[in-house]
């Protein structure tokens, strides 16, 4: 289990930038990757999110003063905190777990060597968001993680690039310590830049339940 304390740096092409704070609790569970992200937005109101990865991903959203948390598979293209680029799908990136997909090829990618998939979503998600076409993905060869991934539209135009700028080595493990994401449309971009992380923790399950 872990645990991130980081900061989304929106950086748009035109304006002043702008910084939200959150943290990020990681784990496993039977199902696959879960997590839990606390955020606060520029009036410091909380907003609060659940994300089941996996074969069978789901998501839910909470906010200061609402009632029980809401299924938000619907919302998962919306900003997390308004003007950002950071997304729901993002994080979960649940395109890792589809079925339907081509290899490409290779590339170089930041001077080293990426396998590339293109990503085809499944019916369900294309009739939730009829917009996405595909996910590209580069696969570093050597230690075989995501550098890159580059959602395109049904035409094969690029929509929005996802790229790990830096990593860190934390308690012996390599982590992210910084993503940017670039809205290839407005040209906006948003940083994901981890400011604190605790690795090897055990958290009770509980954690994870929607209920708390």
Do not use: C
């Not at 991903?57 to 919306?78: I, Y």
């Not at 076409?133 to 049904?154: C, F, I, N, P």
């Not at 906006?188 to 055990?202: G, H, I, P, S």
């Amino acid at each position: 289990d872990y645990y991130l304390q980081f900061e989304l740096k929106v950086r748009p092409r035109r304006g002043d930038e702008i910084v939200f704070s959150g943290r990020l609790w990681g784990s496993r569970n039977y199902l696959g990757p879960i997590s839990r992200i606390e955020l606060q937005d520029k009036d410091g109101q909380v907003r609060r999110y659940l994300l089941q990865n996996g074969s069978e991903p789901k998501a839910w959203s909470w906010r200061e003063g609402a009632g029980a948390p809401d299924m938000t598979n619907k919302h998962l293209f919306e900003p997390l905190v308004p003007q950002t680029e950071l997304t729901l799908f993002d994080l979960q990136m649940p395109y890792l777990y589809w079925r339907d997909f081509t290899f490409e090829g290779t590339s170089k990618l930041l001077g080293r060597i990426a396998h590339v998939f293109l990503l085809i979503p499944p019916e369900e998600m294309t009739e939730e968001y009829s917009a996405l076409g595909g996910v590209r993905v580069y696969l570093d060869t050597q230690y075989h993680a995501m550098v890159k991934s580059l959602q395109v539209d049904q035409q094969g135009q690029d929509l929005k690039t996802m790229t790990v700028r830096d990593i860190k080595k934390v308690s012996g493990r390599w982590i992210v310590k910084s993503i940017d994401l670039r809205n290839e449309v407005t040209r906006d971009k948003t940083r994901f830049q981890v400011v604190r992380a605790a690795l090897n923790l055990d958290f009770s399950p509980q954690l994870f339940t929607v209920d708390s």
